[in-house]
């Protein structure tokens, strides 16, 4: 369980941990009510570490401190070689390099192959429903790098299905949610209506009237959103 | 100015004057491949200087490429303009750093190497040591670690050993920050031996005995050590970094890194990367069959001279500005954008890692929210920042950035995140926003190191 205390918000309490990677340590923000039976366990993959993606991130710490206030287990991490995190590239000027000539770079993977790892260190403790959520880069870790099987509900914020395959989601008939926001430069809004016409049912989609991909100013309306489909599919 | 005469400047030597006269001539190129044709025209003797210090490998092919591949074109450019004399400046770790005593001499076998940067060197060199011939002579000095001018202090790398002073100046403050902590009781794992040495030398001695070497025509084929013959113990280097940045505590700990539970001191000590955290775990010492020559000032070379060192060191913010003053401020403390971007920029971008960005070919618009006139656009070409213009003048951005001049001067001055002041409402992006995202990180590293108000050209 959680190793030390780092923080109490109201009626949330906030821990951070140390979650064992292959060899390393990452450094986890595991969140949960101040009192009663948590039932619903919750694992977040934040955005690209590149683009300021660390626990402090606007769009994750709102979901976290709303599902935690509303009965869950949540547990994020910073990837590897992020805030206190072992691990990561070896040279961050040559993926700095590789990222501005392509926007993606071969280092990636270690930080999508960390999602196994740290829900492995969540199932180890928790036995109630799990809900796998993603933004922007943190779909792609789910998507490729979690256990996709063993998830009860996922939730997929600012996805991008130009550039990450979401053909798991075929597998399973877990109930999904897909938060979008009106303008974001990563995926149009047409963009995402085709492809969420061609996911398998049960599904929801919400459209958020925000300026662009990081929802500046609305991170409650995405956090309501995710509350509002975690008690709808019962797991609140 | 160009970069060599801002850094051989303060030395008095007046380049504009001497090039006049005939005394120097100026020849811009770029090992390996980039060099005039006739860059060795008339020339009867090298001075082999030239080298990428980068310890690990990267994706560009450095070390290597300048070390081995630029010394491999060289040799052959004094080998068509028939050269005589080829002396190469190499590392006295070029054999690793094995416990035995290393000799000077060329090592057929490869050592084992710490880092990239050895390996390059010691294959330059064999390249160095095989040009040799009969009417040909192929010299290999190898100094030890370089520290400041003996007189002055003045150095103009802070690499190595200055990373150690570096990382102990952010315990200092760090320290010194929270009164609660006692600064001399740190509790601090320093990964290493405490009665190995450090082998360093002062810069213009190395200098000079290099110098001296290459005019002396007497002098064969061969290696020579450019090393302290009775250089410091680890412990007494850590004594005068503790002295002089007045802190205690620190212990050698005989552990390699990753160190189990790090505590908050030896997070912020071993910040700075692998050179500090390898620093002290290992040691050489060198064979020289020619002591005089960098005798004559081991008298001096005591904790003064490190101080000395230490003093010049900070008093230029660790190289990041030449004199020390640190100007672009206006009389309310905000960076004036027009310093920053007409002369702060051409000053530091070169010196950064944005530098070695070959694929960074881009236009760049940034604008000041509020301000008259305040626009400026700078065009990027594989890395060199070609060209700064206020206002847009006829270049088209492929990107942009928008931000208050407040949250400008918070970014570069080092106080806040490029990421924070974006979430905050005061910066913004233009353009393609992919592009405009993919360079943050870029800039991230920038900022981080080359702060306003720890140097920078003057005003």
Same mark, same amino acid.
């Given at each position: 369980?959680?190793?030390?205390?780092?923080?109490?918000?109201?009626?949330?309490?906030?821990?951070?941990?140390?979650?064992?990677?292959?060899?390393?340590?990452?450094?986890?923000?595991?969140?949960?009510?101040?009192?009663?039976?948590?039932?619903?366990?919750?694992?977040?993959?934040?955005?690209?570490?590149?683009?300021?993606?660390?626990?402090?991130?606007?769009?994750?710490?709102?979901?976290?401190?709303?599902?935690?206030?509303?009965?869950?287990?949540?547990?994020?991490?910073?990837?590897?070689?992020?805030?206190?995190?072992?691990?990561?590239?070896?040279?961050?000027?040559?993926?700095?390099?590789?990222?501005?000539?392509?926007?993606?770079?071969?280092?990636?993977?270690?930080?999508?192959?960390?999602?196994?790892?740290?829900?492995?260190?969540?199932?180890?403790?928790?036995?109630?429903?799990?809900?796998?959520?993603?933004?922007?880069?943190?779909?792609?870790?789910?998507?490729?790098?979690?256990?996709?099987?063993?998830?009860?509900?996922?939730?997929?914020?600012?996805?991008?299905?130009?550039?990450?395959?979401?053909?798991?989601?075929?597998?399973?008939?877990?109930?999904?949610?897909?938060?979008?926001?009106?303008?974001?430069?990563?995926?149009?809004?047409?963009?995402?209506?085709?492809?969420?016409?061609?996911?398998?049912?049960?599904?929801?989609?919400?459209?958020?009237?925000?300026?662009?991909?990081?929802?500046?100013?609305?991170?409650?309306?995405?956090?309501?959103?995710?509350?509002?489909?975690?008690?709808?599919?019962?797991?609140? | 100015?160009?970069?060599?005469?801002?850094?051989?400047?303060?030395?008095?030597?007046?380049?504009?004057?001497?090039?006049?006269?005939?005394?120097?001539?100026?020849?811009?190129?770029?090992?390996?491949?980039?060099?005039?044709?006739?860059?060795?025209?008339?020339?009867?003797?090298?001075?082999?200087?030239?080298?990428?210090?980068?310890?690990?490998?990267?994706?560009?092919?450095?070390?290597?490429?300048?070390?081995?591949?630029?010394?491999?074109?060289?040799?052959?450019?004094?080998?068509?303009?028939?050269?005589?004399?080829?002396?190469?400046?190499?590392?006295?770790?070029?054999?690793?750093?094995?416990?035995?005593?290393?000799?000077?001499?060329?090592?057929?076998?490869?050592?084992?190497?710490?880092?990239?940067?050895?390996?390059?060197?010691?294959?330059?060199?064999?390249?160095?040591?095989?040009?040799?011939?009969?009417?040909?002579?192929?010299?290999?000095?190898?100094?030890?670690?370089?520290?400041?001018?003996?007189?002055?202090?003045?150095?103009?790398?802070?690499?190595?050993?200055?990373?150690?002073?570096?990382?102990?100046?952010?315990?200092?403050?760090?320290?010194?920050?929270?009164?609660?902590?006692?600064?001399?009781?740190?509790?601090?794992?320093?990964?290493?031996?405490?009665?190995?040495?450090?082998?360093?030398?002062?810069?213009?001695?190395?200098?000079?005995?290099?110098?001296?070497?290459?005019?002396?025509?007497?002098?064969?084929?061969?290696?020579?050590?450019?090393?302290?013959?009775?250089?410091?113990?680890?412990?007494?280097?850590?004594?005068?970094?503790? !002295?002089? @940045? %007045?802190?205690?505590?620190?212990?050698?700990? +005989?552990?390699?890194? &990753?160190?189990? *539970?790090?505590?908050? #001191?030896?997070?912020?000590?071993?910040?700075?990367?692998?050179?500090?955290?390898?620093?002290?775990?290992?040691? !050489?010492? @060198? %064979?020289?069959?020619?002591?005089?020559?960098? +005798?004559?000032?081991? &008298?001096?070379? *005591?904790?003064?001279? #490190?101080?000395?060192?230490?003093?010049?060191?900070?008093?230029?913010?660790?190289?990041?500005?030449?004199?020390?003053?640190?100007?672009?401020?206006?009389?309310?403390?905000?960076? +004036?954008?027009?310093?920053?971007?007409?002369?702060?920029?051409?000053?530091?971008?070169?010196?950064?890692?944005?530098?070695?960005?070959?694929?960074?070919?881009?236009?760049?618009?940034?604008?000041?929210?509020?301000?008259?006139?305040?626009?400026?656009?700078?065009?990027?070409?594989?890395?060199?920042?070609?060209?700064?213009?206020?206002?847009?003048?006829?270049?088209?951005?492929?990107?942009?950035?928008?931000?208050?001049?407040?949250?400008?001067?918070?970014?570069?001055?080092?106080?806040?995140?490029?990421?924070?002041?974006?979430?905050?409402?005061?910066?913004?992006?233009?353009?393609?926003?992919?592009?405009?995202?993919?360079?943050?990180?870029?800039?991230?590293?920038?900022?981080?190191?080359?702060?306003?108000?720890?140097?920078?050209?003057?005003?």
């Amino acid at each position: 369980m959680p190793e030390s205390r780092a923080a109490s918000f109201d009626h949330v309490v906030e821990e951070q941990v140390r979650i064992p990677c292959d060899g390393r340590d990452l450094c986890g923000s595991l969140a949960y009510p101040d009192r009663g039976e948590a039932h619903t366990w919750v694992l977040l993959a934040g955005p690209h570490p590149l683009l300021g993606g660390d626990l402090a991130n606007n769009v994750v710490r709102a979901i976290q401190v709303a599902l935690a206030g509303a009965g869950a287990i949540t547990l994020s991490w910073n990837y590897g070689g992020v805030g206190g995190s072992d691990g990561g590239p070896e040279d961050w000027e040559a993926v700095t390099s590789a990222f501005w000539e392509s926007g993606t770079f071969e280092e990636e993977r270690g930080w999508v192959a960390e999602a196994r790892h740290v829900q492995a260190y969540l199932r180890r403790q928790c036995d109630g429903p799990l809900v796998l959520i993603g933004y922007s880069f943190g779909c792609r870790v789910m998507m490729e790098g979690a256990a996709v099987d063993e998830a009860n509900a996922f939730a997929l914020i600012s996805p991008n299905p130009n550039t990450v395959d979401f053909g798991k989601l075929a597998a399973t008939a877990a109930p999904l949610l897909v938060v979008h926001s009106t303008n974001d430069f990563t995926c149009s809004v047409e963009a995402l209506e085709t492809w969420y016409t061609t996911l398998r049912e049960p599904k929801t989609r919400i459209l958020i009237d925000a300026g662009e991909h990081f929802f500046r100013g609305r991170e409650d309306e995405v956090a309501r959103s995710v509350l509002s489909f975690v008690d709808a599919i019962g797991y609140s | 100015m160009t970069k060599l005469e801002r850094l051989i400047a303060p030395l008095g030597i007046d380049l504009p004057s001497a090039v006049a006269d005939g005394r120097v001539i100026g020849m811009a190129g770029e090992l390996p491949d980039s060099l005039p044709d006739d860059l060795l025209d008339g020339c009867r003797t090298i001075i082999h200087a030239a080298a990428s210090t980068k310890f690990d490998a990267d994706a560009a092919g450095e070390p290597a490429r300048t070390n081995v591949l630029g010394t491999r074109r060289l040799l052959q450019l004094a080998t068509s303009r028939r050269v005589e004399r080829f002396v190469f400046v190499s590392t006295a770790f070029v054999c690793g750093r094995r416990g035995e005593r290393i000799p000077e001499s060329i090592d057929i076998a490869p050592p084992a190497h710490e880092n990239a940067y050895e390996r390059s060197k010691w294959e330059a060199e064999q390249l160095v040591w095989s040009w040799q011939s009969p009417e040909r002579t192929s010299l290999i000095v190898r100094p030890s670690i370089l520290f400041g001018d003996l007189a002055t202090g003045r150095s103009t790398n802070f690499s190595g050993l200055y990373l150690i002073a570096r990382a102990t100046e952010l315990l200092s403050r760090a320290v010194y920050d929270d009164s609660a902590i006692d600064p001399r009781h740190i509790a601090l794992r320093i990964l290493g031996s405490s009665e190995a040495t450090t082998n360093v030398i002062p810069v213009c001695q190395a200098a000079s005995t290099i110098v001296d070497l290459a005019l002396s025509p007497h002098v064969e084929s061969g290696v020579r050590h450019l090393a302290h013959p009775d250089p410091p113990t680890n412990d007494t280097i850590k004594q005068w970094l503790e !002295a002089y @940045f %007045d802190i205690g505590g620190g212990v050698f700990a +005989d552990a390699a890194w &990753p160190l189990d *539970d790090l505590n908050s #001191f030896e997070d912020v000590f071993y910040s700075l990367g692998n050179t500090v955290r390898d620093y002290f775990r290992n040691s !050489a010492s @060198f %064979d020289m069959s020619d002591r005089n020559a960098i +005798d004559s000032c081991l &008298p001096n070379m *005591d904790q003064a001279w #490190f101080n000395r060192c230490l003093d010049y060191a900070l008093r230029t913010n660790w190289g990041r500005t030449e004199n020390g003053r640190d100007t672009g401020r206006n009389g309310k403390g905000s960076v +004036d954008p027009q310093w920053y971007f007409e002369e702060f920029l051409p000053w530091a971008v070169p010196q950064s890692a944005v530098a070695a960005m070959k694929a960074l070919t881009t236009i760049v618009r940034f604008v000041l929210e509020g301000l008259h006139d305040g626009e400026w656009v700078c065009r990027f070409d594989q890395g060199r920042l070609m060209e700064v213009h206020r206002g847009r003048n006829g270049l088209r951005e492929d990107f942009g950035y928008r931000i208050t001049p407040e949250a400008f001067s918070r970014i570069v001055t080092g106080r806040a995140a490029l990421q924070a002041v974006f979430f905050e409402g005061q910066a913004d992006m233009l353009g393609q926003a992919d592009l405009a995202l993919r360079m943050v990180p870029i800039m991230s590293t920038f900022l981080k190191d080359f702060p306003v108000g720890s140097g920078g050209p003057h005003a």
